[in-house]
């Protein structure tokens, strides 16, 4: 009997060990998103110019619009050789594949793949010398395809095919630049270059330039280190002149011992001369990677530390739950029991490299609600998880009680980052029937955030020919093709109702945009365009018209020619 409960007492014991056990891990793997976020696979690419590295290019996991792909420019000497270094991480590469387009993507003139690749120390090498005729001077398409054991990843940079532009030596400047900054006696070589204004006392690293003085070149009292280095990109290149960037991070410690992490991104214009290379502009902002570390709070708000004045962020109606982006990361703060949760980030708390940390991406909150939940957009490129390598739109819901963000929907897109960027800025509207409306690669998206359901309801629309009103709630733009081409077409997007308007026989209309919520558009009689010499066209309007949504008339102007470029 007594070893019967014994026994009984052992199982009861493991039984209780075992639901404890299953208990935490279910729940650690479920509140956390961030733990299911794999590890970024794609490889870089980078393009050697005689030893020094420019173009870092990363992976996209489809092909992508090469005119709408515009990250750097390459440019190709009389040898007609291309030299590039892959750094391939804990990635196997298989094999490199080119292709040579016109810019805009519509002919390839070049195509070819090459199986084996040489090792130089911890990268991946190979030159290829390019058999099209290229034109002088005139853009072309590079895409390169990686054939991985993770699976294909393409990269994209524009070529163009100039003499004695010295890429070499504007890129071993750059990178020389902005590690000098970081010293104080090597800093002192870069007084020549610089246009200080003496007069100015700011210590803001947010906004300098060729302006700023010797101690802001040179990051005044931060005492900053390198913490990952960056790659110069070439932007614009000719024989004259080159435009570069480059995007690095540094680390610094706070008054209280702890590390900080600074994003920072400079431009560079240089003009180059047989003595030497002159600077001719040049630019830096530094923003703050937010951590929990760092939070400050004043009687004026929360300090995010240092970054520009514009922030994305939303309070919940009743001022307990706030939600801001800071760097591409999404954290939300309750202000009754002081607690921050970072709701999203691709940036790895360790063992991180510029794949998780590159900001190509953005995060549009949409809404906040009374329990903290967060309903927000995140558009750009996709550093790391199951939707690696492509650039889109994501719509995520964050559940505060259960501490996990979930995929709401995914739309891919083929334009790069800076294009979504503009794209998403124009419009993203939440009705009351918890639709989102987002204009992005000239189509019109209706989202139901709740199933995640998404269909297009509008296709064919240019951004400069779309406006939306004051809140958000109606929008209008000119359609472009087919029957009803030059009519305008306005919806509201409480209702989906729409209207359109046609102009007259020997009439034409142009769009203006909102005042409040009443449309604004002018109607132009032909021959009220007038061409200059240089083919400028200066239209005149005929007449203004104001309206609401059902065509009531607000006001009219007709009185003389407006003028309209």
């Given amino acids: ?149 993770k699976g294909t990843a393409y990269y994209y940079t524009r070529v163009v095919s100039r003499s004695n532009v010295n890429a070499a030596q504007y890129v071993k400047f750059v990178a020389s630049f902005y590690e000098k900054c970081l010293d104080k006696a090597s800093a002192e070589d870069l007084t020549a270059y610089l246009e200080s204004d003496t007069s100015s006392t700011s210590t803001n690293y947010t906004d300098i330039n060729i302006n700023s003085t010797f101690a802001q070149i040179s990051w005044g009292n931060l005492n900053p280190q390198i913490y990952r280095k960056g790659i110069p990109v070439v932007k614009d290149i000719n024989e004259t002149t080159a435009s570069l960037s480059v995007e690095y991070q540094i680390a610094a410690l706070d008054e209280d011992g702890n590390q900080e992490i600074y994003d920072v991104t400079e431009f560079y214009r240089m003009r180059y001369t047989e003595t030497r290379i002159m600077l001719l502009d040049f630019k830096r902002s530094a923003s703050q ?3 929990e570390s760092s939070i400050s709070i004043s009687d004026k708000g929360l300090l995010l530390g240092v970054r520009d ?59 906040v609600e009374d329990n903290g939940d967060v309903d927000f957009v995140l558009y750009g490129y996709m550093n790391r998880g199951v939707r690696e390598g492509y650039c889109g739109v994501c719509v995520y819901h964050y559940s505060n009680d259960q501490n996990v963000v979930e ?113 604004v558009y002018g109607i132009v009689v032909d021959g009220d365009v007038i061409a200059d010499d240089n083919g400028h066209e200066t239209t005149g309007i005929h007449t203004v018209r104001i309206e609401g949504f059902d065509g009531t008339l607000k006001k009219r102007i007709s009185s003389g020619w407006i003028v309209c470029n």
């Fill in 1 to 149: 009997m007594i070893k019967f409960l014994r026994r009984a007492v052992i199982l009861l014991f493991v039984f209780v060990l075992g639901v404890a056990g299953s208990s935490f891990l279910l729940n650690s793997e479920t509140t956390d998103d961030r733990s299911d976020m794999n590890d970024p696979v794609f490889p870089e690419v980078m393009v050697d110019f005689d030893g020094n590295y420019a173009n870092r290019m990363y992976g996209y996991a489809q092909p992508m619009q090469s005119d709408f792909t515009r990250d750097s420019v390459t440019p190709i000497d009389t040898s007609k050789e291309l030299s590039f270094v892959i750094n391939a991480y804990d990635t196997k590469v298989k094999s490199l594949s080119y292709e040579i387009r016109t810019s805009d993507g519509s002919k390839v003139l070049e195509n070819r793949k090459i199986k084996s690749l040489d090792k130089q120390d911890s990268y991946l090498t190979t030159t290829i010398k390019l058999s099209s005729d290229l034109l002088m001077n005139q853009e072309y398409s590079l895409q390169l395809s990686l054939e991985t054991n």
């Fill in 309 to 367: 004045k514009n922030v994305e962020y939303m309070m919940n109606e009743n001022a307990g739950v706030l939600a801001f982006v800071q760097e591409g990361d999404l954290w939300s703060y309750s202000p009754d029991d002081g607690k921050f949760s970072r709701i999203f980030s691709f940036r790895k708390e360790t063992d991180g490299d510029f794949r998780d940390s590159r900001y190509q991406h953005n995060i549009k909150i949409i809404r």
């Fill in 407 to 519: 995929e709401k929907v995914f739309i891919p897109s083929t334009e790069s980052y800076e294009f979504l960027k503009e794209d998403l800025g124009t419009l993203s509207y939440v009705s009351t029937e918890n639709a989102l409306y987002l204009l992005f690669a000239n189509k019109l998206y209706k989202i139901n955030i709740s199933d995640g359901t998404s269909e297009v309801l509008e296709e064919g629309i240019k951004i400069d020919d779309f406006a939306v009103s004051d809140t958000g709630a109606h929008a209008a733009w000119i359609i472009q093709e087919g029957e009803s081409a030059g009519n305008i077409k306005e919806i509201d997007f409480e209702t989906l109702e729409t209207r359109s308007l046609a102009p007259s026989s020997g009439q034409s209309l142009v769009l203006n945009g909102f005042m409040n919520e009443d449309l």
């Fill in 289 to 291: 990677v937010f951590e």
